[in-house]
């Protein structure tokens, strides 16, 4: 009989391995037990009290103060909890006096306090209570962080409290540190500046973004009606001119506003410089921007370029766009071109014009199916089959 | 004799290496999963107040579904695709020459009307296409109606037709949360530049009450063949995946549920299909794609967007289905070999490659070595008793362990398993899965590397049942 090599470290590893798998049992096993335990309580007590909560909110005497002290401790600690979980589902006069119960229990205090907090954590749900509670918060407390979480959170935090918005300073909180902005932050920037297009003015200068930021800046923009304003109209001019496919992608659809207000593109901008840029991505935006352009000479040129066009995705926006000016005015068209436009006129779709230019990546250039995947139109797979 | 013992020696320094080196991958990335787990929970709790579906900006999703004979499900699943809530999105489904009604029940359900024009999508790396169908019921179906190809084929041929900037794949027998969308869609609008791929937790339906297309109480399994796979999914959505996430070495994001950028999977070439794995190839060679062109890109994995699957209640179904993966994987290993250890593939290359192919891949056909030789050592007296008992519980408490670590995780993260019974149930399970299911599924692994040298390539038949509407899943 031959002994086990080492069998005194597999012994080992048995012993460690039972230790490990008791604790996390008595883990799990009391975890799972105190989590439903809590929830069950949570939720009856909840349950209780909804109809208190509905009935003192509908009650001419709305004194949120003296009914809240009329609660037990624990009772004022599951309220703190569920009011901003509540908050964030209703609305209307219902969310107005759940707010000031939520004030009453001193939620807007605590979040206050915790604005001041040395942990990131602790003022991220601090300014999203503050939120969910329409109080605005002093934007020094975050103007020196570098944090686009916690800069966003406040100014949606400030913008909330409807009182006293002043759009330039929210638009500087957001885009000062000229790095990128979280999805709500983008949402925020698009709520102020829809009030205040001009908002934007005192950051543009002197400012290097992050490429995303300005493609997000610019996306904004695609939505805004800044038509009468000559500074923005210049700026997103001068993003027509970027290095970057995406930035000037992002521009040309930044220009829709312009062009739909006055049926062509700012003077100082040369539609047919666009629509031949070498970026496809451009090009798109390019096609789907300027059928609002009514200038005779212009579209006819535009037209021409997209009779011209080679790329599949390019011409099926070009078909779907330009169809009828193309079907009017050339008789004869490629045949990529005249599938586009057939597939334009049966699918009778257009394309919406969505934020789909806020991807930095020059994706454009890279290569399609050739050199790292020869191998997917090798052989044909079995068929019949499939999981 | 002293040769015999040098060889005994040698192999047993061997093993003992090989079992701490895949012990110790498995017992990081399951503790990466609690740190993940850590961090979800700290991000949770002060989510933002921000409304996807009042924001004009997000991206338009395309949802692709391939179908293959979905007769039973199909309807069910587009109908649950209707109750998603977001507010851009279309759902392409991929009739893949089905020989059942699966394309007249579409028809009948959704009343389609051919798109009289060529498609458009010439260059689609994808058999041909027989037509495109327009929904006249609902504008955001359409039916694209092709040659059989395989499931990889079927999602190239609706990657190439969307306009959406993302798509997002999902099998046709699943149930989609109605809010997935617009909270997988998030690190896409947090990280618009970076993000290519999100891939999400997949539950076993089996079991859960379905109503209108949507999971109202999640429940387990009555068939035990699909509790026991339960705990595989919560193994690995919950642990596995998070953890290979925080490691940065997520090369799996499931063919089953994951939101793509369109574009950059254009790029890469789309789906494999050769492939019988085209989901894990697919991921891999996405990243060695971005990572050849040293693009700066994230793969993310969130707990949150749940999408609920039928698992097989019967052994042969199953066994086709682990049998496929098992072969799938080997060959996906051998097509990437040459990334294995190479550190111009970072983690990927470092450690998520070398993992899946001794730890998923080797790995188990150790195991079925272990299971053959032991008894035979034993029977012939070669071995002690006492050493093997020791080796044998060590093994068996380490994989429960694991177990019962991402069931922590389940209970404070995932949480849709309340009731302790419920969790109780799911721990006894993990320690009955190593009386019995394991050695079968080893079984099963071999038969697949069998299978493989043969050069077999069949998926193999799923028979699928209806995901119904107000009624429990068996």
Redesign the interface.
């Known amino acids: 009989m031959i002994n086990i090599p080492f069998v005194q470290i597999y012994e080992l590893i048995a012993y460690i391995s039972l230790a490990g798998l008791c604790l996390v049992g008595v883990l799990t096993l009391g975890a799972s037990g105190y989590l439903w335990v809590r929830d069950t309580f949570v939720r009856q007590t909840v349950a209780s009290l909804r109809p208190e909560i509905v009935a003192h909110a509908g009650s001419s005497e709305q004194d949120w103060e003296a009914w809240v002290n009329e609660r037990s401790r624990l009772e004022r600690r599951i309220l703190r909890r569920e009011v901003p979980r509540q908050l964030r589902v209703v609305s209307g006069s219902y969310a107005t006096q759940l707010k000031t119960l939520g004030r009453a229990l001193g939620i807007d205090e605590r979040a206050d306090r915790a604005l001041s907090a040395r942990i990131k954590q602790k003022r991220l749900i601090g300014l999203t209570q503050l939120t969910l509670l329409d109080q605005a918060v002093p934007l020094q407390h975050v103007r020196g962080t570098e944090c686009p979480r916690e800069r966003a959170l406040a100014a949606q935090c400030v913008i909330s409290d409807s009182a006293d918005i002043q759009p330039e300073s929210i638009v500087r909180l957001l885009l000062e540190p000229g790095t990128p902005l979280p999805e709500y932050g983008v949402y925020t920037l698009y709520r102020v500046m829809q009030q205040n297009p001009l908002s934007l003015l005192g950051v543009t200068d002197d400012t290097t973004w992050d490429l995303t930021l300005t493609v997000q800046v610019l996306s904004v923009l695609q939505y805004i009606d800044y038509s009468s304003s000559d500074a923005i109209r210049d700026w997103i001019g001068a993003r027509l001119r970027d290095e970057q496919p995406a930035v000037r992608a992002a521009a040309v659809h930044a220009l829709g506003p312009y062009i739909r207000a006055y049926a062509m593109t700012p003077p100082e901008v040369d539609p047919l410089t666009i629509v031949r840029d070498p970026s496809i991505r451009v090009r798109a935006a390019a096609f789907q921007q300027f059928p609002a352009i009514e200038e005779t000479t212009v579209r006819r040129k535009i037209v021409d370029t997209a009779v011209e066009e080679s790329n599949e995705t390019v011409l099926l926006i070009a078909g779907q766009e330009f169809g009828t000016a193309i079907s009017g005015t050339h008789k004869s068209i490629t045949p990529a071109l005249r599938r586009s436009m057939a597939w334009a006129r049966a699918t009778n779709r257009r394309r919406t014009t969505r934020w789909r230019t806020p991807w930095a990546l020059e994706w454009e250039h890279q290569p399609l199916k050739t050199e790292s995947t020869p191998e997917l139109l090798s052989e044909p797979r079995p068929t019949g089959e499939h999981a | 004799m002293s040769v015999?013992?040098s060889l005994?020696?040698g192999f047993?320094?061997f093993m003992?290496g090989y079992?701490i080196i895949i012990?110790g991958s498995y017992l990081t990335i399951h503790l990466a999963s609690l740190l993940r787990m850590r961090e979800e929970m700290?991000s949770a709790?002060?989510?933002?107040?921000?409304d996807?579906l009042?924001?004009?900006?997000?991206?338009?999703i395309a949802l692709v579904v391939?179908a293959?004979?979905e007769e039973t499900v199909i309807a069910d699943s587009v109908r649950s695709f209707l109750n998603i809530s977001y507010p851009?999105f279309e759902i392409i489904i991929v009739n893949?020459?089905s020989?059942d009604s699966t394309f007249d029940i579409l028809d009948d359900e959704f009343d389609l009307e051919q798109?009289?024009?060529?498609?458009?999508?010439?260059?689609a790396?994808s058999?041909p296409i027989h037509g495109v169908y327009?929904s006249l019921d609902n504008?955001r179906i359409r039916v694209i109606d092709k040659?059989?190809?395989?499931?990889g084929?079927?999602q190239n041929s609706g990657i190439w037709l969307t306009?959406a900037?993302l798509f997002c794949i999902v099998d046709a027998d699943t149930i989609i949360q109605p809010d997935c969308l617009s909270k997988m869609v998030?690190p896409f609008?947090?990280?618009?530049?970076?993000m290519v791929a999100v891939g999400g937790p997949i539950r076993v339906a089996n079991g859960s009450l379905v109503e209108d297309g949507m999971v109202t109480r999640p429940g387990l399994p009555s068939s035990p063949i699909a509790a026991l796979q339960q705990i595989e999914y919560i193994r690995a959505f919950f642990a596995g995946r998070l953890g290979l996430d925080r490691l940065q070495s997520l090369i799996l994001i499931s063919g089953a549920f994951g939101l793509f950028?369109t574009?950059?999977v254009?790029?890469?070439?789309?789906y494999?299909?050769?492939s019988l794995v085209e989901d894990i190839e697919f991921t891999i060679?996405l990243h060695?794609?971005l990572l050849?062109?040293d693009?700066s890109?994230r793969f993310g994995y969130f707990r949150n967007p749940v999408v609920w699957t039928q698992v097989p209640e019967d052994l042969q179904t199953l066994s086709n289905?682990r049998q496929?993966w098992f072969r799938g994987l080997l060959e996906t290993m051998l097509k990437h070999r040459d990334a294995i250890f190479d550190r111009r593939y970072g983690l990927v290359g470092l450690f998520a490659l070398p993992f899946f192919l001794f730890g998923e891949g080797i790995g188990r056909l150790f195991e079925a070595l272990g299971y053959v030789s032991v008894p035979i050592a034993l029977m012939f007296?070669?071995?002690?008793v006492g050493?093997?008992l020791?080796?044998l519980?060590?093994i068996v408490?380490?994989g429960?362990?694991l177990t019962?670590?991402s069931?922590?995780v389940e209970?404070?993260v995932s949480?849709q398993y309340?009731?302790?019974l419920q969790?109780?149930v799911l721990?006894t399970l993990g320690v009955i899965e190593f009386l019995g299911y394991r050695q079968w599924r080893t079984i099963v692994v071999v038969k697949g590397l069998l299978a493989y040298v043969r050069g077999e390539?069949?998926?193999?038949k799923?028979e699928r049942v209806s995901l119904g509407g107000n009624q429990r899943n068996k």
């Open positions: 015999v013992y005994v020696t047993g320094v003992l079992f012990a700290a709790s002060w989510e933002p107040v921000y996807v009042a924001d004009p900006m997000v991206p338009d391939p293959y004979n851009a893949d020459g020989t798109i009289d024009a060529p498609v458009p999508a010439s260059n790396p058999k327009q504008d040659v059989n190809g395989g499931k084929d079927a306009d900037e998030r609008l947090e990280h618009p530049d970076e950028r574009d950059v254009r790029d890469a070439g789309g494999d299909t050769d060679r060695r794609h050849d062109r693009r890109y289905q496929r007296g070669f071995i002690e050493g093997t020791v080796i519980s060590g408490a380490f429960v362990f019962w670590l069931l922590l209970v404070l949480r309340t009731h302790p969790i109780a721990m390539s069949s998926w193999g799923m």
